[in-house]
């Protein structure tokens, strides 16, 4: 797949993104369904929660506001080449992954990453850890999946050179915590990568406004978020808490998906066009836990507010975008570690 991605960005991502004069109508895109069988796994993650139509994990049941069932799996992996070609390729940035001996993916999802990860770093032990066991049977032999919560005690004893953590905003409520049981864990000299979406969506001309239904969606997102306790707009501190937990050389990277093709530049143009099959494509799973958790919504009230919402996502007069965070950090090597 990456042979498809163009060239990598230029160091002006960040840079405000020009507008098109004009909208051409393309819609979210589909993929196959990956093979998600895990026969070799306990039966009892097996038993996933039903809720308002859709699935989710039974591991600390209730935890994570995402489904984990066939359509949201697809989005996953839909995600997954969204990303790679916000990053023109790249699958990391943190300095010292591509040596790394030890990898841990942290909410590994689909495992999409760390299959990939582990066949282009053959010489490297990769562990994916999540809540769900959708990852596939047939993955290198240098990979291994674990289901686990990783908001509790980590009980690895050998450590990791390098921790890579993707799109998991809204997945934890004590990022602080994350933070430090993955400096712990880490040999000095290791990594940590957090790779997230920031929120609100935002716009650099002024065609985001509040009478927009997209807009009042973010804001429910936002509200119903914190009041369980999962703030989805907590990416925008990951470099803060790398410095506070005592990482070194800690730098911070930012993308921009557009919501859809509105941008002038091809590029950006197109990745906005995986936007649509990401979000657009992913609305009500995105939605719905959230909305009828926190938000106090039926389920028929959210599904009543979803066509609004991707009226506003394929408008091309709006020119929003959802900033990508990439943050890294170093744990101090042998000799400069941390004081306490």
């Given at each position: ?61 209730g ?14 992996d ?17 300095p ?12 590994t ?5 760390a ?32 289901i ?7 009980t ?95 730098e ?11 941008p ?37 009230e ?8 991707r ?5 091309p007069?709006?020119h ?8 890294y ?8 570690q941390?004081?306490?």
């Amino acid at each position: 797949m990456a042979s498809s991605i163009p060239h990598a960005p230029s160091p002006a991502d960040d840079e405000p993104l020009a507008a098109d004069d004009f909208s051409d109508a393309d819609s979210a895109l589909g993929v196959n369904p990956e093979d998600i069988s895990t026969a070799s796994l306990r039966s009892s993650i097996y038993n996933y929660h039903q809720e308002n139509g859709r699935q989710y994990h039974a591991l600390s049941q209730g935890k994570y506001v995402w489904p984990n069932d066939e359509e949201e799996n697809n989005r996953l992996d839909i995600q997954n080449h969204h990303l790679l070609l916000t990053f023109g390729g790249r699958r990391h940035f943190a300095p010292g992954a591509d040596t790394a001996k030890r990898v841990l993916d942290v909410g590994t999802g689909t495992g999409i990453w760390a299959i990939e990860f582990a066949d282009e770093h053959p010489n490297a032990e990769v562990v994916g850890v999540d809540l769900s066991p959708i990852q596939p049977s047939f993955i290198p032999p240098n990979c291994e999946f674990e289901i686990d919560d990783v908001e509790k005690e980590w009980t690895w004893s050998k450590k990791f050179d390098y921790i890579f953590s993707r799109m998991m905003v809204g997945s934890f409520a004590d990022w602080a915590k994350f933070t430090k049981q993955a400096y712990d864990r880490l040999e000095p000299g290791g990594w940590l990568e957090l790779i997230d979406i920031g929120f609100p969506l935002q716009s650099d001309d002024g065609t985001l406004n509040d009478d927009q239904a997209i807009v009042q969606w973010i804001n429910r997102i936002i509200e119903a978020s914190r009041k369980m306790g999962r703030d989805v707009t907590d990416a925008a501190h990951h470099d803060r808490r790398l410095t506070e937990a005592g990482f070194v050389n800690v730098e911070r990277r930012l993308f921009k998906w557009p919501t859809n093709t509105w941008p002038r530049l091809k590029k950006h143009k197109e990745v906005g066009r995986w936007t649509l099959a990401n979000v657009d494509g992913g609305l009500e799973g995105l939605s719905m836990a959230l909305m009828t958790r926190g938000g106090g919504m039926t389920r028929e009230e959210v599904l009543a507010s979803l066509p609004d919402v991707r009226r506003d996502l394929r408008d091309p007069r709006i020119h929003g975008y959802w900033p990508i965070i990439v943050v890294y950090g170093q744990k101090p090597k042998e000799g400069a570690q941390k004081t306490e």
